[in-house]
């Protein structure tokens, strides 16, 4: 039981760093405004730790049943509106993930540094949402 809850903890303090870097980012950038993102290098290094901190958060959820299934000998129980959490959850990191790859590789020049900022805001919001949820109801 030690172990488990060590390796719980330890997923659990990367799943939330991860939580406020790949929400706060996006959302301090647009705060701060434009005299702080105006910048290609800047733009660039927002979406560079923002899409660290969402390849934690992939890796840290995955990690949480990994334990569960190596430890415990079973993936954790989640059932409806959980499960739905859970797979929004999901889908906002593949977007997120997506959505910086192709800006950062050039492939969304037409799309503004702003726009990219707002849609990140917005995935990371729905995501924090979605993971209260998952939690009160699993």
Do not use: D
């Amino acid at each position: 039981m030690q172990l488990e809850n060590i390796l719980y903890a330890g997923m659990q303090i990367a799943h939330n760093f991860g939580a406020a870097a790949m929400a706060g980012r996006p959302i301090a950038a647009l705060w701060l405004g434009p005299a702080r993102t105006t910048s290609r290098t800047t733009f660039r290094k927002i979406a560079l730790l923002t899409l660290f901190a969402w390849l934690v958060q992939g890796a840290s959820g995955a990690g949480f049943g990994a334990v569960s299934f190596f430890v415990v000998g079973e993936l954790p129980e989640i059932h409806h509106l959980a499960l739905v959490a859970l797979g929004v959850k999901i889908a906002c990191a593949v977007l997120a993930i997506a959505l910086l790859g192709f800006k950062l590789l050039g492939a969304l020049e037409a799309a503004s540094e702003k726009a990219t900022l707002i849609s990140l805001a917005g995935l990371g919001s729905t995501a924090l949402t979605c993971a209260a949820i998952l939690r009160w109801f699993s």
